[in-house]
Structure formats: C-alpha cells, structure tokens
C-alpha cells in the first residue's frame, strides 16, 4: 500500500511536469485500481460491468482535466480517492439508483486492489468526437490521435498555437460531458 | 472505446500543469469579488459621510472587524474545497468564531441598555437596507467565485457552494459598512449576520446545480 502510493505519487508528480511516459504510466495504473473499485462498487448495487468501465473512463478523463488541483505536497491516494467517489455519487445520481445504495468508504479502498480485465466502455470516442464543434474535434484529432505537434496541428486546423491547446483543452471537456450524458440513457 | 485507448490518447503530447494555477485563480476571483462589491456600494449608495466622530469609525471598524473575519476565515476553507477531497479538511465550527462573537457582544449590549432601547438597537433605521443591499451585493461576487471553482474540482459542491454564497456575503457585507449608519452591535449581529446566513444558504442550494463537473 505504502509503496503504491509513493511510486505513483512519483510518478503523477512527473505527469504534471509534462512527462508523457510518467503521465501514461500513472493513468494506466489508476485505471486498474478504479475498474477494482468500481466492479466492486457497482455489482453490490446490481450493475453491470460495462457500466464500471463507463465510470473508469469518466473517472481518468477527470484526472487528466483535473491534474492541475492535485496539490504535490499531499498524499495522491486521497486526491484520487475523491474523484472516484465524486463520480461515482454523479453515476448514481444521474442513474436514479437510491443514493443509499453506496456504501461509505476508505480513501485506501481505491488503492486497494487491481483488475487488468480488458473491458470496454459503451461508447466510442470518435464517434462522440463528430458531435464537437469544428476546430475541437480538429485539433484533439491532429495532437491527441495523430500525436501531431502543436504547430503541426497549427498549420493543419488553421488555428493558431494557443488556438490548438484551448481547443484541445476545451475538447476534452466536452467530451467528458458528452461522455457522462452517454452513460445515462 | 477501450480504457487503454482513452489512457494513450490522454497522454499523447502532454503539457506540463502549474499545481498553484488554483490558488492563483481563487485569489484573484476573491480580489475581484471585493472590488466589485465595493464598486457596487460606491456607485449605488456611497460612504457614510459622517466618518468624522469618532464614534462613526469605531463602529466602522467593528463592522469590517467581523466581516473581514468571516472573509478571512472562509477563504482559507474554500481554498481547500477547491480541490478533490478538501472537504475532509474543513471544520464549520471555526467560521462560527466570528458570528459567536458577534452575538455575544449584542447580547451584552443588550444586556447593558434598558429595554426601552432594544427596539432602536435591533432594527437601526435602515435594517431593510441592509436586509436588500448585502444579498444584492453578493450577486456578482458570488458569481465571479462559482466560476473560479469551475475551474478547480470541488467534490463537496453543497459545502463548497455554502462557502461560495459565505465569502460572498462577506465582502458584499464588508462594502456594505462602509455605507451604514446603523451603530450598534445588536444591529451588525443580526442583519449582517443573518444576511450573510441568508447567502450562504443560497449558495448550498446552488452549489450542486452550478459547480458540478
């Protein structure tokens, strides 16, 4: 438990450095903890497994958009612990299952085990990608997809450098919403 | 979609974060929110003109006394609120302080003057003003701290939303002493104090349905 925490705290504080391999390391790493967590969570309450890999998903695309809020000076373990709890009152609220339903837990129940099953969410990123306005779906395209550099996706959007990293940003927000208003109906 | 996807394509082409990006933008919201509080009192009521007795400022400065720590004290928890997880670090019983305070100082000022008083204490001349102006006032600065929150991640967002509506409350308050002639404590105990009560509120129940992300 101890050394998880300390290794992947190492690792997130890279992350926020900008180191790419560090950034996907840390996120792969959570997403495992989380599907453990959310398996667990979630066929207590009679749902499914795709289900808990919906809330994988929303709850890494959270810790990306969300990294900036992460305080380097505090343990990781509680910091994501929120996050996953925070998603998952969201997920039940927004499914209308009764909100006694969720029990009460641990910041450590998220650390505390993994599940490296190769489950997939319910829907597909590129087709939610066509619902995002123009210069979005361009940009995350060009840097996200194709690992295009900024002034790469720059000339190929025909947005400027900041053009591209807001878009970027701001298409990736959006798509967690849609992401979210998917896994509700 | 697979996770392993969504992980590859999140880390493709990372740029570094600033981790003080919060507290900086936090800050300013609550900088911004005073001056625009205070701009509001100028423009829309002006300072009291009789700033002169001594009397007038002692009670000035009471005034900004209590509103300032009720600003200073909810600042320092909606700072924490702001990030994932802060609300296992915020008491409410230390932002009591200040209104406990306030309260007990009426009651002994109460207490001291013949009950023949106690009317012109309690509601001054303008208590309606008071009851309209600060709630008014808090508007925008609560709007201007809801959208600061926005871009952090609160996970309380009743408690977070109640701190939003407190500190708006609080500088709206703070402006509004510089305007109100009401001198006395059972006056500032109970429409400063219960507007500011009144705000918070408001911001629980918002805070749900605006800062959700």
């Given at each position: 438990m101890k050394t998880t925490e300390a290794e992947l705290r190492g690792l997130m504080l890279a992350a926020l450095d900008g180191d790419a391999?560090?950034?996907?390391?840390?996120?792969?790493?959570l997403s495992s903890r989380l599907r453990a967590y959310y398996k667990g969570k979630l066929l207590r309450i009679g749902r499914s497994a795709s289900e808990a890999e919906d809330l994988v998903q929303e709850a890494v695309l959270a810790i990306h958009l969300k990294r900036h809020t992460y305080n380097p000076d505090e343990p990781l373990t509680p910091w994501v612990h929120a996050i996953a709890r925070y998603k998952l009152v969201d997920f039940v609220r927004r499914t209308r299952t009764s909100f006694a339903d969720v029990p009460i837990d641990d910041a450590d129940d998220v650390m505390a085990h993994d599940d490296h099953s190769d489950a997939e969410s319910s829907y597909d990123i590129r087709r939610l990608m066509e619902r995002l306005p123009k210069n979005m779906q361009c940009a995350i395209e060009a840097v996200k997809l194709d690992g295009l550099s900024t002034a790469e996706a720059a000339r190929?959007?025909?947005?400027?450098?900041?053009?591209?990293k807001v878009n970027v940003h701001r298409g990736l927000k959006t798509l967690a919403v849609l992401i979210a208003q998917e896994t509700k109906s | 979609m697979k996770t392993e996807d969504l992980v590859?394509?999140?880390?493709?082409?990372?740029?570094p974060v600033n981790h003080r990006m919060v507290g900086w933008t936090m800050g300013i919201a609550l900088a911004t929110s005073a001056l625009v509080a205070l701009g509001l009192m100028l423009v829309g009521l002006g300072i009291r003109a009789d700033l002169t007795t001594g009397r007038a400022l002692a009670f000035l400065l009471l005034k900004l006394a209590f509103t300032v720590g009720v600003v200073a004290i909810s600042s320092i928890?909606?700072?924490?609120?702001?990030?994932?997880?802060?609300e296992r670090r915020t008491s409410s019983i230390r932002i009591m302080m200040p209104f406990a305070a306030i309260v007990l100082l009426a009651a002994i000022s109460l207490g001291l003057a013949p009950s023949s008083h106690w009317d012109?204490?309690?509601?001054?001349?303008?208590?309606?003003?008071?009851?309209?102006s600060i709630p008014i006032i808090a508007i925008v600065p609560f709007a201007i701290i809801v959208a600061a929150m926005r871009k952090a991640a609160p996970t309380n967002?009743?408690?977070?939303?109640?701190?939003?509506?407190l500190i708006a409350g609080g500088v709206s308050a703070m402006?509004?002493?510089?305007?109100?002639?009401?001198?006395?404590?059972?006056?500032?105990?109970?429409?400063?104090?219960?507007?500011?009560?009144?705000?918070?509120?408001?911001?629980?129940?918002?805070?749900?349905?605006?800062?959700?992300?």
């Open positions: 391999a560090s950034h996907r390391t840390v996120l792969a790493r190929k959007c025909g947005l400027s450098e900041s053009g591209v | 590859t394509v999140l880390s493709t082409r990372i740029e928890y909606l700072m924490r609120l702001a990030r994932p997880g802060g012109e204490m309690v509601l001054g001349d303008q208590w309606l003003e008071c009851l309209l967002l009743e408690r977070a939303g109640a701190f939003a509506g402006a509004y002493a510089l305007h109100c002639t009401d001198d006395s404590l059972p006056f500032i105990a109970l429409w400063y104090g219960g507007t500011i009560a009144i705000c918070t509120w408001v911001g629980a129940r918002f805070g749900p349905q605006r800062l959700r992300w």
